[in-house]
Structure formats: structure tokens, C-alpha cells
């Protein structure tokens, strides 16, 4: 934590336990914490709080999850972590596609949600002169456009290059199949996912120590790309 | 007897309009015979031999008992003995009996004539109820036959009712009970709609057991005539049998009529004993199944939750030095609570018909590596190789689907073999290029033939392994893959040990050069 005052965290979820436990994790973190326990108290109370970050469950009992992330990015940029179920790919993309920023699945450990809320967070402190980031051994310089690994530069093409750095632009956050085909293909390049699956491939390769085990390029299951902020 | 009796089935009325010329037919012809006989013996034969004309008479009448029916002959008969008397027997053209012996030859051969027409009008009639019998037979043989090829209900009432129409010329309609057996309902072989005076008759038949309709007493109202099909004292139908607006319906074709709706009562009582047994059959699986599942579940359930509450009330408890062994069994416990609960939602997705995969191009290795990585605890008494070759084509698949069914299969390799034997994941294209496969093997004690039979069933847990786990997990596993348009394979590892094998589709993308 950077910053010297510290980040308001609102949690909005309806079981009075889990909103105990998120306190409990995220005081320990020194968050300040807010609850709100339905969709439309979230609303207002993100409205009136103006919070750092938003955790938000998807299966609230009055509003859909979606719908809230919908309402909420009608005027608010606040980074948002939604908590999901297992096997809800569709939830996930779909919430990712409202708006949030990252999603957790229940059940979850204190640490992936502290990993994940932090990863979020930075995205409202962009370090703007951020112009080198360590990952592992690698080392990308934006303004160079240069990668090493442990010290030796590494040949990348284009693509590769801006495939690995919209991901570590974005690191620790999840990044869908369709975001980076649109950022890096255009619109109509959205249902190519196999140049992605090839392009990660040869980034494995060029940059994680067991391509076939990967450390840092992880995938998310059904959903898209993560790069693990180490 | 009318010529509509003589026939089995009875005539139309188009035959009923021909019915007359055809009888007439027989009365020109005996008529003729005996115009021939009378021009014959009065031109040829001398005025003396009047006496060998009666004869010859008799000889002509006999003759026509073998083409004609009792009118005709009688006819013939009384007409050729009054042309006799007023042709031949002298004085001529006058009915005037002039000797005695004329007299006794003259009545002789009147009654000789009327009792031979009888005789052999009985002998015919006898005949004619022999074919009767034994199309009645035959009919009923074909019933017979019918209903026992038949291999549902339906087919056989089809079958029967179809018999009927082309036996009787009519359109046939059967009821049967209900579910309560308080109502009737049509069936959909019936050759017609059973409404108004009909509709109200077979549901007096249904209540009363009795017949009813056209040609009975009761409800002679409507236009068909009603059977009641009865199986000990139960009604269980109604058979109704619509004949053209001119036929009749004889005492036979009656007889014949309530034999096929016997027949028919019994094939539809086996029909329901039938469905009864099945029924009860079902049920007791199901309640089987039922306590099955929720004995397992309960354990499954209680088990982790059992040790989860110890664990927590002794952790306050517990010397500082215990409390990381305690923390862990709460662990182990909820991963166990969790793969639980999951294999029951899985199980549940797979069940509601809410499963659709969304297939997409996936990373071989990285499905792979998912699927490791959630079941890391569980194989951690056990090395695992993984033999993905380097030119691993991309897969199209459902990434989490797949993700499940490896997870499970590494899991159930985890769980029943001994601590310490290796587990293999592979993966590959095979031989052909049609499929992927992802293959798990390990040295455990792999399946007994009565095991392998029902894997893939809800419930089976191979009862010789660790007694543990739903029994979920194979069955998901092919669920999963089903749903994907692949096969799952269970074998046998040539090291020894089991090996699923697990297929997907395989196709190649079209891969243009991304820019």
C-alpha cells in the first residue's frame, strides 16, 4: 500500500458471514471497510462513499449482478472485484463484460482476494511513469519496447510484444479472450481465439522456465489470460 | 337363409340391390329346366311314355337341388307337377286325373320332388354353417396371431380393430378405461369418432357390462352396436362396430364379434398387468437409487463436517504446536466438502439438460494444467507424468467441461491406488487424425470385469478401492464429454492399472497468418 491514507474497500453481499470474513480479511490489510447488504443499498452507498473498490457478489438478492455493474458504470469507474461461483463461465465473462474488473471464485482464500483487490486497485493509481515491470527473471521496458530474461534480450515479434504488454499492463487481473482480440486484432477478430492460443504458445516458450507448467501466463479457465504479478 | 347370411361379412348395399336378380337367376333357371324337359319329352316322345317324363322330371328337379337354393326347387317342382298332369298325363291339356295309377304317380312324384328340394336344401344349409365355422375360426385364429405378434398394446388393438373392419365391412372404435377407470377414452386406432347417441351408448355398455346400440335392445339409438370388454367383473372397455346402414348383423357375426372382444379384453388386461409390474419395478429401483444417494451423500456431507467441528473446537484448545496439523485437517476437509458439493452440482447441470458447451479452440496443455492444478492436493502421494507431444494440435473443446473431466479422472486415480504409484496423463491425436484423446493410467489394481460394466453409472464406486466419494465422478465425466461430441473408454493399462481414455472430435482451424 502506497498510498498514506487508506483504501475504502465497499463489500455488497447479502450473507451477513461472508461480509464478516471479507471485514475481517480486509481490516487485517488495512482497508476501511463499508458493507451494504442488496444491490440497491450497494448503489447508493457506493454513490454516497465513493469508495477505492468495489466488492460485489453476483447472486445478490434484488438486483442481478450484472445489473448492479451496469447501473454503477453508468457513472462510476470504480474498480470492481465480483465473487462467483465455479462453473459459471458465462457469469464470469458476462461481469467482466458489465464492467468489472476482476472476478474471484467462491470458495476463496484470504490471499487471492488480497492479490486480487490489490491487482484492481492499482488500476486507479496507474503508476503513469511506470515504464519497466518485473515479472519472474523477465524484465519488459515499455519505452524501449525491449523484453529480457535474466539480463539477455528476448526476440519477440510485434504481436508478441503487445500481446505481453496489454497483459502486463493489465497484470494480476484477468484479461478475456475477446478484450485482447480487440485490442490487438480489431472488432471483427473476436471469434479467433486460436491466434491467441498460438501467440501465447510462443510466449510461453520464449519467456517462462517450463512452457508446459507456466508460472506467469497463466490461462483462467473458459474465460481468458492472466498475467501473475510475482 | 338370405343371401346376406350366406356371406360372411355382410353385404353392401349395392350386393342387397343384386340380391334379387341373383335369386331370380335361380328361379328363370329351374324354371327353364323345367320348360326344356316339358318341350323336350312333348315333341320327341310318344303320347305313351308320359309316365318316363315324370321321371325325367324328377331326374331335373334332383339335378337343380346342386345349383339352386329351397325356392327355386320347390318351384321347379310344383311347376313341372302341374305340367306334367295338364302336358302329359292324358287327357291332355286338362287337370283332370283320369285312373287311379295316374293319380298315385302324379302325388308320389309331387312329394318325391318337395322332399328332395328339402333334403338337399338341409344339406346345403349344412355346408354353408361349416364354412361359417370355419371362417369364424379362422378369423379368430388371425386375432390370435395378431395380438400375439403384436409387441404393444397398440399395435395389437391396431391389428384387431383393423381384422374387424375388413371381417364385418365396418369402422370400428375402441374405448378404454382411464387411469381412475371411471371414464372412457378413445383409442387412436379407432376407424371412427364416437359422439352423441354413440358416445352415451358404449358409456352405458361401460357401466352396465352389457351390449348396446343398433341390433340390441338397449340404447338402440345409435348407429353402432357396443361390447363391453370385461376381465373379472371390471370393465375395462368398450368395443363398438359401425356397419352399413343395411346390414344386418346375424346371430354368427354376433357370437363372433363378443369372441374378439374377449380376446381383446384379455390382451388389454395383460397389457396393464404388464405396465403395473413395470411400474412397481421402477419405483423400487428408484427408491433404491434414491436411498442410495442419499446415503452417500449424507456421508459425504458428514464426514468432512464432522471433523471440520473437531477440529475448530479443539483448535482453541490445542497446544500451539497442534494447531498447524488441525488447521490442515480443516482444510483437507472443506477441499473434500467442496469437491463434493461441485460433483453435485455437476451431476445436477448434466441432469437438467441446462448443459451446452461452449466449444472453443483450446491449449491442449493448458486444460492440462488446469486440471492438475486443482487436484494438486489430491495427488500429492503420487507422481504424476504428463506426456503431451510438442506438436499438440489445438483442441476444440469446452476448456472448463474438460478441465472437470480430467480434474476427476486424476482424482479417481489418486483415490484408488495405492500411495505412492505413479499416475500418467497423456495426450495426443489418434492414429487417423480424427480424435484427440487424453488418456489417465495408473498401477493401481485397475477394474474387475463386473465393475467396468456399470463405470460410468450414477453411483458405482468400485466397492474393492477406498469406500469413499459419490460415485459421481465417472458418471460426469461422461456427461461432460458427451456433451461434447466425444466418447469416454475405460481399459486396461498395459503396465497394469486402469486407463480411461477420453476422445474429443478433432478438427483443424483455419488458420490464416493473423496480422
Known sequence: ?230 | MTSSQKNAHPPTLRERLLAWPENWREYALAGSVVAVITAAGWKLLPESYYLSVGLIYLLGVILLCLRVGRGPVLFAGVLSAFLWEYVFIPPHFKFVIATLQDGLFFSTYFVVALVAGELIARIRAQAENERQREQRATALFNLTRALAEARTLDEAVFAALRQVDGLFGAQTSLALADETGAGLVAHFSSSYVLEGADRAAAEWVFRHHRSAGRFATNRPDGTGYYLSLVREGQAIGVLGVKLPPSAALSFGQRDLLEAFARQLALSVEREHLRAASEREKLLAESEKLHRALFDSVSHELRTPLAVINASTENLAEADPSLRGTLVKEILTAVRRLNRTVENLLDQNRLESGLLKPRLDWCDAGDIINAAVESTHDALDQHPLQIAVPDEMPLVRADFALTEHVLANLLHNAAHYTPAGTPVTLSAGIEAGGRRIFFQVDDRGPGFSPVVRERLFKKFARDEGGRPAGLGLGLSIVRGFVVAQGGEVVAGENPAGGARITVYLPHATPKLGSPT
Open chain 1, 1 to 230: 500500500m502506497t498510498s498514506s491514507h487508506p483504501f475504502r474497500v465497499l463489500v455488497v453481499d447479502d450473507e451477513v458471514q461472508l461480509r464478516r470474513l471479507l471485514r475481517l480479511a480486509l481490516e487485517a490489510a488495512h482497508y476501511e471497510v463499508y458493507e451494504a447488504e442488496t444491490g440497491q443499498l450497494g448503489l447508493s452507498e457506493a454513490a454516497s462513499l465513493h469508495p477505492d473498490g468495489i466488492v460485489l457478489d453476483l447472486g445478490l438478492p434484488d438486483l442481478d449482478g450484472r445489473e448492479v455493474l451496469r447501473r454503477l458504470r453508468e457513472w462510476s469507474q470504480t474498480p470492481v472485484l465480483v465473487l462467483t461461483v465455479r462453473d459459471g463461465e458465462d457469469d464470469k465473462i458476462g461481469a467482466l463484460d458489465a464492467g468489472a474488473d476482476d472476478y474471484l471464485t467462491k470458495p476463496f482464500s484470504g490471499r487471492e482476494l488480497l492479490a486480487r483487490l490489490r491487482a484492481i486497485l492499482r488500476r486507479v493509481q496507474p503508476a503513469a511513469e511506470e515504464t519497466v515491470v518485473h515479472i519472474g527473471e523477465v524484465e519488459i521496458d515499455f519505452t524501449a519496447r525491449l523484453v529480457r530474461r535474466a539480463g539477455a534480450e528476448v526476440k519477440l515479434t510485434a504481436k508478441e510484444y503487445d500481446l505481453l504488454r496489454y497483459l502486463a499492463q493489465h497484470r494480476g487481473r484477468v484479461v478475456t479472450h475477446q478484450q485482447i482480440l480487440r485490442e490487438l486484432w480489431g472488432a471483427n477478430a473476436e471469434d479467433n481465439t486460436h491466434y491467441l492460443r498460438v501467440y501465447m504458445t510462443h510466449l510461453r516458450q520464449k519467456l517462462e522456465p517450463d512452457p508446459r507448467i507456466p508460472r506467469f501466463l497463466k490461462t483462467e479457465s473458459g474465460v481468458g489470460y492472466r498475467l501473475v504479478d510475482a
